[in-house]
Antibody, heavy 116, light 110 residues
Framework: EVQLLESGGGLVQPGGSLRLSCGASGFTFSDFAMSWVRQAPGKGLEWVSGISGSGTGTYYADSVKGRFTISRDNSKNTLFLQMNSLRGEDTAIYYC?????????WGQGTLVTVSS | QSALTQPHSVSGSPGQSVTISCTGTSSDVGGYNYVSWYQQHPGKAPKLMIYDVTKRPSGVPDRFSGSKSGNTASLTISGLQAEDEADYYCCSYAGSYTLVFGGGTKVTVL
């Protein structure tokens, strides 16, 4: 059974940093591209960042480019999102998501709140 | 990276059919046969309902169907049931490992 489990969310002040993790199981992690998708309170889904299965290709939404860094450790079946210079508009549930052309599996999400 | 355009809401009575449109551009919806649709109930993670425009994952009822013409994709729910009341999001691959989502449509079962 495919499982994705996010962690690392919490309350952070504007301008601060946070690192999200997503542990994967039930599939060959390195065979799949992965993404982070977020959902602000009461709003729709927004793709944030994606990474190839090997980790050599990384991609970002314009809204986070230069502030967020996606990475993965295939030896530990873990996906990461390093978030720097956080803003109020980054407040959202962050979902770990599998695959490149669609999201066939989602994690349960981790809440990031940016507030002073 | 502009969001795809969906109607804010649609509604129908049990047993009726509803269709949700999703309009993008030639760089996303029109450029790839990689449109997917997601159902989201309050407080829950999204669930994949349709992928590659028309395909249904195992376990998704055949009441759900997808199509595409040009830059517009559509999701049709036939034989509407109470449990279909939820938010629905379209999504398209936009090249280079990027995805773009629609703003979401609230489906209400009257």
């Amino acid at each position: 059974e495919v499982q994705l489990l996010e962690s690392g969310g919490g309350l952070v002040q504007p301008g601060g940093s946070l690192r999200l993790s997503c542990g994967a199981s039930g599939f060959t992690f390195s065979d799949f591209a992965m993404s982070w998708v977020r959902q602000a309170p009461g709003k729709g889904l927004e793709w944030v960042s994606g990474i190839s299965g090997s980790g050599t290709g990384t991609y970002y939404a314009d809204s986070v480019k230069g502030r967020f860094t996606i990475s993965r450790d295939n030896s530990k079946n873990t996906l990461f999102l390093q978030m720097n210079s956080l803003r109020g508009e980054d407040t959202a549930i962050y979902y770990c998501a599998r695959d490149k052309t669609k999201v066939d599996y989602w994690g349960q999400g981790t809440l990031v709140t940016v507030s002073s | 990276q502009s969001a795809l355009t969906q109607p804010h809401s649609v509604s129908g009575s049990p047993g009726q059919s509803v269709t949700i449109s999703c309009t993008g551009t030639s760089s996303d919806v029109g450029g790839y046969n990689y449109v997917s649709w997601y159902q989201q109930h309050p407080g829950k993670a999204p669930k994949l309902m349709i992928y590659d425009v028309t395909k249904r994952p195992s376990g998704v009822p055949d009441r759900f169907s997808g199509s595409k013409s040009g830059n517009t994709a559509s999701l049709t729910i036939s034989g509407l049931q109470a449990e279909d009341e939820a938010d629905y999001y379209c999504c398209s691959y936009a090249g280079s490992y990027t995805l773009v989502f629609g703003g979401g449509t609230k489906v209400t079962v009257l």
